[in-house]
């Protein structure tokens, strides 16, 4: 079945830190992967997504490339700010149908 | 811009009551979905629908039902609300065609209480 498992957080950094959050998935085919991000008190929204295998999505100095071999969309920042600070999900939508799951959420917290 | 709008930001209810809750998008999309959110357990779906007076379970429905009389508005409905459904629930929608590459766009969330 189509399932992602993402990493726990919560997640503390410093400003101006590197920034990884693993995420993998299992599917039949192909799926289409996704990061949204979620700022407090807000919904969700999209921060970036690949449609294919070695497509990288990228968005606000976040990137994730999407690797096929390992079943990885992991979502690195090589410089967070404390703006970035909110929950991040990551989600795969295999083709044509409507069954888009998503990760537990990873909370990152940024410290000046 | 899309915009998903849900009608509340935050509700408070009583065991046993009937709860409306309700999205409406401006986009003409044809799919809609709602979702409740729980810590550690990411959004789970609990209804979506595909047109208009169509409906699909999603992985919790039991508790829920789901209204979609106009393309624009999808309700959710908690015939009996108990205090296990106090959670943040979230709207979306997305159009047709490719589903896999279309972007859902979310409501800003609606978080019930039930007491």
């Known amino acids: 079945g189509n399932s992602v498992t993402q990493m726990e957080g919560p997640v503390t950094l410093s400003e101006e830190a590197f920034l990884t959050i693993n995420c993998t998935y299992t599917?039949?085919?192909?799926?289409?992967l996704f990061w949204y991000v979620q700022y407090p008190g807000e919904g969700l929204q999209l921060l970036l997504k690949?449609?294919?295998?070695?497509d990288k999505g990228s968005n606000k100095g976040f990137e994730a490339t999407y690797r096929k071999e390992t079943t990885s969309f992991h979502l690195e920042k090589g410089s967070v700010q404390v703006s970035d600070s909110a929950v991040y999900f990551c989600?795969?939508?295999?083709?044509?149908?409507?069954?888009?799951?998503f990760g537990a959420g990873t909370r990152l917290t940024v410290k000046p | 811009d899309v915009k998903v709008t849900q009608s509340s930001r935050y509700l408070v209810k009583r065991t046993g009551e009937k709860v409306f809750l309700e999205c409406v998008q401006d986009?003409?999309?044809?799919?809609m979905f709602w979702y409740r959110q729980d810590p550690g357990l990411g959004l789970r779906l609990i209804y979506f629908?595909?047109?208009?007076?169509?409906?699909e379970k999603g992985d919790i429905p039991e508790g829920y039902s789901v209204s979609r009389e106009k393309k624009e508005r999808f309700s959710l409905i908690l015939e009996s609300a108990s205090t296990n459904q106090t959670s943040m629930y979230l709207c979306?929608?997305?159009?047709?065609?490719?589903?896999?590459?279309?972007?859902?766009?979310f409501g800003a969330g609606t978080r019930l209480s039930v007491l």
């Open positions: 690949a449609t294919k295998a070695d």
């Open positions: 979306a929608s997305r159009t047709g065609g490719v589903v896999a590459k279309n972007i859902q766009y």
């Open positions: 986009m003409d999309h044809e799919n």
């Open positions: 629908s595909y047109d208009v007076k169509m409906k």
């Open positions: 599917a039949t085919g192909y799926p289409s």
């Open positions: 989600a795969s939508h295999p083709y044509n149908n409507n069954d888009m799951r």
